[in-house]
């Protein structure tokens, strides 16, 4: 089993342990989403692919929402264990490749929307494995997520090489741990602990620009 894999699933438990840990009512950075919400919506991505569309494709998003809450009445307990469980047995995202591919990001920013959701939440910490997952991921995936940047953007993170992000004038380098800056380039700027630096103007900019897939 790859590296990153094991990160992937170790993710997922983890975030499920933080489900548990505040309950479902519980605020997260999901604008307008209690942790219940966020869970309906994991279990809504991973095993109703009819509805899953919904969450990118605007004309859908009817039926995905009246998805989720159909899904999102169930025990809260339940939500949890199915989450944990993983996704459905014939379902893709079992091959690690895809595991890695799709999750990695994906249960890395959950987890910390839980954790900091809640005011004086503090950020989960990091092992080298995960840092090098969330690293490889972000090189991949920097151009997609920041594709709406309105100046260039270079992604500094401690310690690793740079990730060009976007190319263009004015320039704007963004500074902290991978972990931050995954959140960044994922639209929780105001929740990730980064330096920015170049023209205020730009630098404003890129601080309220939206971000993610």
């Not at 509805?51 to 990118?56: D, E, F, N, Q, R």
């Not at 900091?116 to 494995?129: M, N, S």
């Amino acid at each position: 089993m790859s590296k990153s894999s094991n990160v992937a699933r170790t993710l997922r438990r983890s975030l499920c342990d933080e489900l548990e840990r505040i309950g479902p009512d519980a605020p997260t950075l999901c604008a307008g989403w209690t942790a219940r919400d966020l869970a309906t919506h994991l279990i809504v991505r991973e095993t109703r692919p009819d509805a899953a569309v919904g969450i990118l494709v605007k004309s859908l998003a009817g039926y995905a929402a009246r998805v989720q809450r159909s899904v999102g009445r169930s025990e809260w307990s339940e939500l949890v264990d199915k989450i944990r469980s993983g996704p459905p047995l014939l379902s893709p995202m079992r091959l690690r490749s895809v595991d890695d591919l799709t999750n990695t990001l994906e249960y890395f920013v959950h987890r910390e929307d839980l954790r900091r959701g809640t005011p004086g939440g503090e950020p989960g910490a990091l092992t080298t494995a995960e840092e090098e997952a969330l690293y490889t991921a972000l090189k991949r995936g920097a151009r997609l997520m920041t594709r709406r940047a309105p100046a260039g953007l270079v992604l500094r993170p401690d310690g690793r090489p740079v990730i060009v992000a976007k190319k263009g004038t004015p320039e704007v380098t963004v500074s902290g741990p991978v972990g931050e800056l995954v959140l960044f380039v994922y639209g929780r700027q105001s929740a990730s602990h980064v330096a920015l630096d170049g023209p205020a103007d730009a630098v404003e900019a890129v601080r309220t620009a939206k971000f993610g897939v």
